[in-house]
């Protein structure tokens, strides 16, 4: 089963007068719903827009598993935990919030910046946060994220190129830039899928475009 969800119907937030404009796949804050809190371990998939000098204050997370992906800008983390980095395109970021950490996201560049962040439930709650990035991340190398039961699949596609889609309990495929066809719809730019119990399931860049990015979470429960 194959449930496509367009970019154009994500819940609007942020705070647009601050330089922050926020896209939410998933009931969240204030856009609460019912029928559409998690897929999976994924409770929420945000594309971030951040002005220059604009950016998150200190705020915490507890219980959850968060992957960042950039895909324009440079993004500068800072925690409580005492981890400070920059994250740029190509990176992944994780940070396991655990039993509980505080954390800054700000643009600090001169540029505009655009990222995509997901939140996974933990099979378990509790624990240790812990933080890592890894840098120029290779295409169709997966990033597991054991704590969720979950695996990244960051796929770059060139013109008429297809990718599996893993054979999972749930498969989320978000469309990071390009457009592809994923078992008879076109997906385009900020949409998403979600797949249940799919098999020999694969997406396919158009032959026209110039290519499409891919963020694809393997999973195996939820």
């Known amino acids: 089963m194959i449930d496509v969800r367009r970019s154009g119907d994500r819940y609007r937030g942020g705070e647009p007068g601050a330089g922050i404009e926020s896209f939410h796949a998933f009931s969240f804050g204030p856009h609460y719903d019912p029928d ?68 800054v996201e700000r643009n600090d560049g001169e540029g505009p910046l655009v990222f995509v962040q997901m939140w996974l439930s933990p099979l378990s709650p509790g624990g240790e946060p812990s933080y890592e990035v890894v840098h120029g ?55 998403a899928a979600r797949i249940t119990g799919s098999e020999g399931l694969e997406a396919v860049s158009s032959p026209g475009s110039g290519g499409a990015e891919l963020l694809v979470w393997e999973m195996a429960g939820g």
């Open 36 to 103: 559409n809190v998690r897929f999976g371990a994924v409770l929420a998939c945000n594309e971030e827009r951040l002005a220059p000098g604009a950016g998150f204050d200190e705020h915490p997370h507890s219980h959850t598993e968060i992957v960042t992906w950039v895909t324009e800008g440079e993004l500068t983390h800072r925690d409580s935990a005492g981890h400070e980095s920059v994250v740029r395109p190509g990176d992944v970021q994780h940070l396991s919030a655990a039993g509980g950490v505080r954390h």
């Open 137 to 191: 991340i290779a295409d169709s190398t997966p990033y597991a994220v054991p704590a969720a039961g979950a695996l990244l699949h960051v796929r770059r596609l060139g013109a008429g190129e297809r990718t599996a889609i893993p054979d999972a309990p749930f498969a989320y495929v978000h469309v990071v830039r390009g457009e592809v066809d994923l078992g008879g719809e076109t997906l385009l730019s900020g949409d």
